[in-house]
């Protein structure tokens, strides 16, 4: 079956920088978008970024242009966010997902076009 364990999550002082990573099995990892989503509590999950099965496309959240970074390595089914900059609105847990459809992009971070999600893995930034 489908199995995402993240990892990585830390506490962190702002401006600080983590890197999280992602470990699939159970299905064919090369033959679907990934994406990674984070949940601050009481607010609803939100996605970060997300990228396409080969790597070429990369979508992010304006919240985090230009201080995180998504990644897959597909020979060992591993997916990554390298996150700079962390500011304390950054705090949530992160989770990883696989896209609901093979060879499907879909084009933008909403968590709707996504399934299969990991147990997660807790980022807090203090000020």
């Known amino acids: 079956q489908v199995q995402l364990v993240e990892s990585g999550g830390d506490s962190v002082q702002a401006g600080g920088s983590l890197g999280l990573s992602c470990a699939a099995s159970?299905?064919?990892?090369?033959?679907?978008?990934m994406g990674w989503f984070r949940q601050a509590p009481g607010k609803e999950r939100e996605g970060v970024a997300v990228?396409?099965?080969?790597?070429?496309?990369?979508d992010y959240a304006d919240s985090v242009k230009g201080r995180f970074t998504i990644s897959r390595d597909n020979a060992k089914n591993t997916l990554f966010l390298q996150m700079n900059s962390l500011k304390p609105e950054d705090t949530a847990m992160y989770y990883c997902a696989k896209a609901r459809q093979a060879y499907y992009y879909p084009h933008d971070v909403s968590p709707l076009g996504f399934a299969y999600w990991g147990q997660g893995t807790q980022v807090t930034v203090s000020s």
């Open positions: 159970g299905y064919t990892y090369s033959s679907y978008s």
């Open positions: 990228i396409s099965l080969g790597g070429g496309r990369t």
